[in-house]
């Protein structure tokens, strides 16, 4: 399906490529995360997780203490693969 994201984006948790809040729903295009449909969405305190129908996970927002998977802890303000999955197929994700 498709993918909105709107709130707070202090940290890039909304996926839209900056810090900037969004009072109104704002769809990110597909192929910000792969061209594939978005399946599961969740959502930290400050972060965000998202499974494609591929069985893909991306993530994005603060980084600090590893929360998006990607063994830094730097911010992502766009949806980001998680390579660590890579090859495997995941059905649920939880944040």
């Known amino acids: 399906g498709a993918l909105w994201s709107w709130g707070d984006g202090q940290?890039?948790?909304l996926g839209q490529g900056d810090e900037e809040p969004r009072q109104q729903p704002q769809r990110l295009c597909?192929?910000?995360?792969g061209g594939?449909?978005?399946v599961m969405v969740a959502c930290g305190f400050l972060h965000t997780l998202l499974l494609t129908a591929g069985?893909?996970?991306w993530s994005c927002g603060l980084g600090r203490f590893g929360p998006l998977g990607h063994n830094a802890e730097a911010n992502e303000l766009r949806l980001r693969l998680v390579d660590h999955f890579k090859g495997d197929q995941i059905v649920?994700?939880?944040a």
Request: hydrophobic share 50%.
């Open 30 to 33: 597909r192929e910000m995360y």
């Open 11 to 13: 940290w890039g948790q």
């Open 55 to 57: 069985g893909c996970v």
């Open 92 to 94: 649920m994700v939880a």
């Open 36 to 38: 594939l449909p978005a």
